[in-house]
């Protein structure tokens, strides 16, 4: 796989670039590895957390990220964000290398994090306020409430994060993900401290947010279930060092209602999934 390269800050279109399907990479990892060192920087608590992770994203594209704990997604997803840079490889969005956060780029936590003192729509606005100031931020504004609207907040701008459920809080995060329409969304079990009914109510929310902007997604998860649900393409890791030990190309029509997950199309992918997590390979 070749890349672009720059020669006097001049990018090169190499003729043999990567594409998804038939569309141009998004996103593209290669060979990606990160070890994590002490800061005594002795090898002898160097800790290989991912090693040669290499894949590409579409425009529009969603890929669900699964692996057993620890085995290096969230380590994947921080680099992808620019939140922290790999010990080997490259990553680039489009032509750009990404080497620090980036506004094309939205992520959201396993926890919401919101800001107590902080409304809900001014911790929505966060991000562009503190990008562009106050005042310019005041733009953004509208559409927070459109997003607000969107996610079934209204009623709730002014109010506080502890007057929130955590479901409520979760959504507050992803308009906050969304307000900024980022171009790539990262998100690390997004949904996971939610109970089953509204998790699958944010999952069908997701999923529809992402087709009318044409988004591309990482997400990562520990539920084989909603990876199907997700994801146009699972990439199952194996244990850590995490190393992607398959790729399973999810076919099933959009968009996708909670009654797909009892049919037998998606409970094979499910299947497919599952034996691939537990095969004594993916282990070795
Ligand atoms: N800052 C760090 N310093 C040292 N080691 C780290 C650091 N962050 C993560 N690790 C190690 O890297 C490995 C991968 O961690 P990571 O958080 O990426 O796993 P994960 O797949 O997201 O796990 P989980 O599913 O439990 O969230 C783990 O062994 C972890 O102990
Ligand atoms: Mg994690």
């Not at 966060?126 to 100031?133: A, S, T, V």
């Not at 479901?167 to 969304?185: D, I, Y």
């Not at 044409?214 to 199952?236: G, K, M, N």
């Amino acid at each position: 796989m070749t890349l672009s390269s720059a020669v006097d800050g001049v990018p090169i279109r190499d003729v043999d670039r990567e594409t998804v399907g038939q569309r141009e990479a998004l996103l593209t990892l290669m060979d990606i590895s990160k070890t994590y060192r002490s800061r005594k920087g002795s090898e002898d608590d160097a800790v290989l957390a991912v090693s040669d992770v290499s894949f590409t994203l579409a425009k529009g594209e969603v890929v669900a990220l699964l692996g057993t704990s620890g085995c290096g997604k969230s380590t994947v997803l921080k680099m992808v964000a620019g939140l922290m840079r790999p010990t080997a490889g490259t990553i680039r969005l489009g032509d750009e290398e990404i080497v620090r956060p980036s506004r094309r780029i939205g992520i959201m936590f396993q926890q919401p994090t919101l800001l107590p003192w902080r409304t809900i729509l001014d911790n929505i606005l966060i991000q562009p306020e503190i990008r562009q100031g106050r005042r310019a931020a005041l733009r953004h504004r509208s559409k927070a409430k459109e997003l607000i609207a969107l996610t079934g907040l209204s009623g709730f701008e002014n109010a506080l994060p502890s007057q929130l459920s955590g479901g409520m809080a979760q959504r507050a995060a992803l308009c906050r993900m969304l307000v900024s329409e980022p171009e790539l969304l990262l998100l690390d079990e997004p949904f996971g401290a939610l109970d089953e009914f509204t998790r699958e109510q944010m999952n069908v929310e997701f999923q529809r947010i992402c087709a009318e902007r044409d988004a591309a997604a990482i997400v990562v998860t520990h539920s084989i279930q909603e990876a199907v649900f997700l994801a146009d393409r699972v990439l199952v890791m194996t244990p850590r060092p995490g190393k992607v030990a398959k790729s399973v190309d999810i076919d099933l029509p959009r968009p996708r209602k909670p009654e797909i997950m009892t049919g037998s199309a998606f409970n094979s992918y499910v299947a497919e999934i599952h034996s691939t997590l537990f095969d004594r390979q993916v282990h070795a």
